[in-house]
């Protein structure tokens, strides 16, 4: 009877010790393996907002749609995604700098070689930044909202921004500055956009066929194989493409 | 031809016992150093490994389709282990699968195949056993669930399964088939897993070396069909795989790449030359099974080539034929092609790791891909690589892999 | 309260290419040998999954794989007056983490440096005088020559089964290599990668202007290749995501694929994970050290005593390292004293990008970490200095490690940064540029130089390091009259417009440079002026030995990988056939 599956239990025997937490893992013997162990990363499930409130929202999608316009080559940045892509990264570990060294003093004249001094989480930069836009447009356009502007003038608002011709009321140096907010939120959105699609940008991987970026295929031998050749095929995300459910891209 | 083997009945096995053998001899050296490597040939340590990973002291759990058995600890503690035991005892487990107080062992212990050893073969080992180190080690026997706990109906079992038996060799054979031949229906009891089971978890009759399920795995046939069996095998390669665990036609990995690393990659060249010998001219080849492959324009099979493109290809290359020695070869393979798509729906959901030996160290793991693909998708692939190049095999429905899934876990 | 553990022969701190090459070769000899690691236990299969290993935002945006600089980070700043900051995030360079190390995630140029720059001042100074090397320049001599490294760098390259063409054999010139290289004894172990089509005219431009291109040699591995170790690497698939990641399919040299799975055969080897070595104990008379303190990821602290002590952490955490133990004499600038922190160099890269017509696809989506071609005529003294007025040289480089978008997608200058023209401009140049660099050497300088941070602490409350880095004039100019020879290769490629961008300071720690960080705990011929003698062990203990490109006196035109392993190998050679058998002596008399 019984023995189908003697040797299953041996992937956890103590060929691979793994010794009292106390010394932290040790390990000794052979190289440790698991069935199934993978690292996938988060798919940013769609519905609903992780971190930004519905008026950061509304804004968000305005300025995506400004930064990465639709047309014939892509949709727009908010319809490819970028705002769930902002949304879920601000929810997730990139939101607080949690990997970051972030212990004081927080210096107040940092040269600008040397990168990120504030104090500012992502989470804290947005929330901050986009209600300082919202009274900013308060006060400048009559009550209105960014994303009630016409795209005209969200434009060139966006571009104030950009050159720090516009400053957003109570946005300082060294902390935050209006082209700081600009900045983050344009790499933020270019991320969303070219990243692959499980993070909830790239829909349909559009930046991709847009620039010819055959994705997660890991096995180009082909192409040097023809120098010089357009390469043709699909691209792929990491959670596949659709001929994976037999039906053409 | 199994039966031919275990020709021997109970009683005629039972008469060349003899009373009063002496008990094996501990600082007989030669005989421990012999029963040492017959422990190699039986894998001993595969199951009976402590928890100290160096002992023989037991005592962690069998998963067995009924239930949980925990492995007797064969140190010579005389409390926990089997220190009191005689060399008379030790010979009745291996031959009748008795203990001293004639229970009934649970066949995961496979006295089916050990009865087939020597006496002289049983004392080496108890020799050997008797000479490590005695570690205490309480381990717990009575898991299993009614009414595989009830030890006396394994006497049933026994009477439809088993024959306590004497190895007889072929003499129209020669010495190198004959060792084979013990070697792998005696120690290295490779029919318990590589011959499909009865409900009972006996050996189904007639089936004997032509594959079987083993709790999500899959062991492979070894009968000389080319397709499916190791027909296509030279001598060489079978030698090759077992010492090494690789050879440019297939890698060992899941239970079969510890059977490599601890047994045969430490067996002799010559017993592994043995073994193929055997293997090759047990017996012909069943009647050939050759199915048509699935057609490459069927939409499983297109969507199958599309995740192969993209998930496999860079490891197994384009037209399948992998990487010598480092990424196993899918056209042409037999674990690819087997009836049952158990073994290639496991390595493809939780990923594997193939066999790290002396001869081949790095031990390559396919990454576990299950989170990756839907149940129709892992089928696609798989009905892919069963039916492209020049393999065939059944198509691999989503339900299989949902079944699979059940039992291999995951994301 | 720290717990003491039980006595090992050996204790390796950092479990990364030298690391697990010291783990090996001695555990093999039968030595007790344990590695305590900062980072988490990492292998191909489990960590860089075929599917998840493809991720520009995981990996080369977020940084997933590399040290996380809320554990443990440098502070920086350009010039000893001002005030260094930490650097929150890593940019210019990314030290790596977890067991492979740096060796996990990087491009795989394997160099090794030319025989003059191991003699790098009298060798000027001979061709060029005395006066030729500036005051404040204070690079010297490598206490080995190149030809006592040959034979490491040989095994070394066996062991990653680097894929190249010789250009010198045993002194005789080949056809296809780099003319100018050092003699090697051996050809590659395995041939080139696959040229695409940037490299291919690059070759061509090249060969046109008289110079003298040559495969890159690389360790991503261009076919099937079993190493000294029984380890068997396959061949690269030009995946383009190499430098920064993982690598899913074994094929570029690491760690992982060319030493740990042999070291682990050894059963008188322990890896502790996720265990940070915080202090090198000494001996009570403070002339051995005694061990290593360490703190496991609960924060609770352990004693390990060893007899020998192998310092195999990233460059920069091994110099930290010693000035935590206080380990050597501090090296201070305004007195000139001390030898602990100084000459710390880097690396000075430039280059030209050309845009090409809509018709030439390079597909740079398909390219290896150390797919190049290159030219080496303007590297180390390979060209007359005597005009130029310079000290040192860089290879120039037509490379495609990848095509990602977020970070590579280049427009014509001018081009807005958003909008639809953004937009137009981005679709129709992907694809259709491509750079030629350079790899400049980085000298080393008397105000340049490495300390512990009188402010910032790390999670522990350790100081974290200073580094005090600028780009002096001498490496400026050398870059700059390099990258003017990139140009003229790129006109002859036949691009419609060429950007030029020369290297410019101060030093920013933003934008990725390179993660060729060198010195501070250098090797000398006396201990006046380094911190290991010519054997990598410690002057003031001669028990520690120390590995890593923090030896480095000054840092050439070159990637410091493969240096970095022949000179680990030479320190192991000294510890199996000298100091074992008179364990506790200084190789070298002060």
């Known amino acids: ?249 | 031809m199994r039966a031919q083997i275990l020709a021997a009945g109970f009683l005629a096995a039972a008469s060349l016992l003899g009373a009063g053998q002496a008990r094996a001899d501990a600082d007989n050296f030669t005989e421990v150093e012999r029963g040492k490597y017959l422990a190699i040939l039986g894998d001993c340590m595969a199951c009976h490994v402590g928890s100290d990973g160096q002992s023989m002291s037991g005592g962690h759990m069998l998963e067995t389709p009924f239930g949980r058995i925990a492995v007797p600890n064969l140190t010579p503690d005389p409390e926990t282990g089997i220190g009191r035991w005689s060399a008379d005892d030790f010979n009745r487990a291996m031959h009748e699968g008795k203990r001293p107080d004639g229970t009934h062992l649970y066949p995961a212990f496979p006295y089916t195949s050990f009865t087939l050893m020597s006496r002289s073969d049983n004392d080496a080992v108890f020799a050997y056993l008797q000479a490590q180190p005695a570690v205490k080690n309480q381990v717990d026997r009575s898991t299993l669930p009614f009414p595989f706990n009830v030890r006396l109906l394994m006497a049933g079992w026994n009477m439809l399964n088993f024959t306590p038996g004497t190895f007889r060799p072929d003499p129209n054979k020669s010495d190198e088939f004959n060792r084979g031949a013990y070697l792998v229906e005696g120690p290295g009891h490779c029919g318990l897993c590589h011959t499909p089971r009865n409900l009972i978890g006996g050996d189904k009759g007639g089936a004997h070396l032509e594959g079987g399920p083993l709790q999500g795995w899959f062991a492979p046939s070894l009968t000389a069909d080319r397709r499916t069996g190791i027909g296509a095998w030279t001598e060489q390669e079978i030698v090759e795989y077992l010492r090494t665990g690789v050879t440019h036609r297939s890698t060992a990995s899941g239970p079969m790449a510890e059977v490599v690393e601890l047994s045969t990659s430490r067996m002799t060249e010559a017993d592994l030359k043995a073994i193929a010998v055997y293997l090759r001219e047990r017996a012909p080849a069943p009647a050939a099974s050759n199915p048509t492959p699935v057609a490459a324009t069927d939409s499983r099979m297109r969507a199958g080539e599309a995740i192969y493109l993209d998930s496999c290809a860079a490891c197994h290359v384009g037209n399948g034929a992998g990487v010598a020695g480092i990424f196993p070869r899918l056209a042409d393979s037999q674990f690819v092609q087997q009836g049952d798509p158990t073994g290639v729906l496991r390595v493809v959901l939780q990923g594997a790791k193939a066999a790290a030996t002396p001869h081949a160290v790095t031990g390559p793991a396919m990454p576990a891909l299950g989170w990756r693909m839907t149940d129709q998708q892992v089928a696609d692939v798989a009905t892919y690589i069963r039916n492209s190049w020049g393999n065939a095999a059944p198509a691999v429905t989503a339900d299989q892999v949902k079944a699979m899934r059940s039992v291999a876990g995951g994301h | 309260m720290s717990t003491r553990l039980p006595k090992k022969d050996v204790v390796v701190v950092g479990l990364g290419w030298t690391g697990s090459i010291m783990a090996y070769e001695l555990s093999k000899m039968g030595l007790d040998v344990v590695a305590i690691e900062r980072g988490p236990w990492r292998d191909t299969a489990s960590d860089y999954n075929i599917a998840t290993a493809p991720d520009e935002l995981r990996y080369a945006v977020r940084q997933d794989i590399f040290l996380r600089p809320a554990q443990t980070t440098d502070t920086a700043r350009n010039s000893m007056s001002q005030t260094a900051l930490p650097i929150r995030k890593f940019g210019s360079y990314l030290p790596g983490n977890g067991v492979g190390g740096a060796g996990v995630h990087w491009n795989g140029h394997s160099w090794r440096f030319f025989p003059s720059d191991f003699n790098l001042r009298s060798h000027y100074e001979e061709r060029y005088g005395k006066n030729f090397i500036p005051d404040d320049m204070t690079i010297q001599d490598y206490p080995v020559t190149y030809d006592e490294l040959e034979p490491h760098y040989d095994f070394f390259e066996k062991v990653m089964g680097i894929s190249g063409k010789a250009g010198n054999i045993k002194g005789v010139i080949q056809d296809g290599g780099n003319p100018f290289e050092g003699w090697r004894s051996d050809e590659y172990p395995t041939k080139p990668l696959k040229p695409n089509l940037a490299q291919i005219k690059f070759e061509k431009a090249a060969k046109e202007l008289g110079l003298h291109p040559f495969p890159l040699p690389s360790a991503n591995i261009s076919e099937a290749y079993t190493n000294p170790y029984g380890l068997r690497l396959a061949p690269c698939t030009y995946c383009g995501f190499c430098e920064w990641f993982g690598c899913a399919n074994y094929s570029k040299s690491s760690p992982q694929t060319c030493v740990l799975p042999a070291l682990m055969r050894h059963t008188n080897f322990e890896a502790r994970t996720l265990c940070e070595v915080t202090r090198i104990n000494k001996t009570r008379d403070g002339k051995m050290a005694s061990g290593v303190t360490y703190v496991d990821a609960a924060g609770r602290e352990f004693e390990q005593p060893a007899d020998i002590v192998l310092v195999c952490a990233y460059a920069t955490f091994n110099v930290r390292l010693l000035m935590l133990s206080q380990l050597g004499t501090q090296y201070d600038p305004v007195s000139n004293t001390g030898t602990l922190g100084r000459n710390y160099a880097y690396q000075t890269n430039a280059g030209v990008l050309g845009y090409f017509d809509k018709d030439t696809h390079f597909n740079p989506f398909a390219g290896a970490g150390s797919q190049g071609m290159m030219a080496d005529d303007y590297n180390g003294d390979n060209f007359d200095h005597a005009e130029l007025g310079f000290v040192g040289g860089a290879n120039i480089n037509c490379n495609t490690p990848h095509g990602r978008p977020i970070s590579a997608r280049p427009t014509p200058p001018g081009t807005p940064r958003w909008g639809s023209e953004w937009k137009k401009a981005t679709a129709e140049t992907y694809g259709h540029t491509q750079s030629v660099g350079t790899q400049g050497s980085s000298m080393s300088y008397r105000d340049v130089y490495l300390d512990l941070d009188p402010t910032y602490k790390d999670r522990l409350g350790n100081p974290l390091m200073r580094m005090t880095f600028d780009f002096k004039e001498n490496d400026l100019k050398m870059s700059r009259f390099v990258v003017d020879r990139c140009e003229e290769i790129m006109k002859n490629m036949g691009p419609q417009r060429m950007v030029k961008t020369y290297k410019r300071g101060p030093w920013n720690v933003v934008p990725y440079q390179t993660t060729h960080n060198t010195g501070g705990a250098v090797m000398s011929s006396t201990p006046d002026k380094g911190v290991v003698n010519r054997y990598g062990q410690h002057w003031d203990a001669p028990n520690v030995f120390v590995t890593g490109a923090c030896l480095f006196p000054q840092n050439a035109g070159y990637n410091p990988t493969n240096t970095v392993g022949a000179l680990t190998y030479w320190t192991l050679d000294a510890i199996k056939n000298q100091y074992l058998k008179n364990a506790g002596q200084a190789l070298v008399q002060a």
Request: charged fraction near 20%; aromatic fraction near 10%.
């Open chain 1, 1 to 249: 009877m019984p023995v189908s599956s003697r040797r299953q239990l041996l992937s956890a025997t103590a060929l691979v010790a793994f010794s009292a937490p106390a010394l932290g893992r040790s390990i000794t013997g052979r190289m440790p393996w698991k069935p199934n162990e993978a690292y996938p990363p988060e798919l940013a499930r769609p519905g609903g907002w992780y971190f930004l409130n519905p008026a950061e929202v509304a804004t968000l999608e305005a300025i995506t749609s400004r930064l990465i316009p639709a047309d014939d080559l892509s949709p727009s940045g908010k319809d490819a995604g970028c705002v769930v892509f902002i949304d879920r990264q601000l929810a997730g570990p990139y939101g607080t700098y949690e990997w970051l060294y972030m212990q004081p003093p927080f210096s107040d004249n940092p040269l600008p070689t040397q990168g990120i001094q504030s104090p500012l989480t992502p989470q804290q930069q947005y929330r901050l930044g986009l209600a300082a836009l919202a009274t900013h447009c308060r006060d400048s356009f009559g009550g209105k909202t960014f994303e009630q502007l016409a795209e005209a003038d969200q434009v060139k608002l966006l571009q104030g921004m950009e050159k720090g011709e516009v400053k957003l009321p109570g946005l300082n140096a060294p902390r935050q500055t209006t082209t700081m907010l600009f900045n983050l939120i344009l790499q933020n959105t270019m991320e969303g956009f070219f990243a692959d699609p499980v993070y909830g940008g790239n829909k349909d991987m559009c930046s991709w066929k847009m620039i010819g970026f055959p994705g997660v295929r890991y096995d180009f031998r082909d192409v040097l194989d023809n120098p010089g050749k357009p390469y043709t095929k699909p691209p792929v995300s990491i959670m596949g493409r659709p001929d994976w459910n037999g039906k053409p891209a």
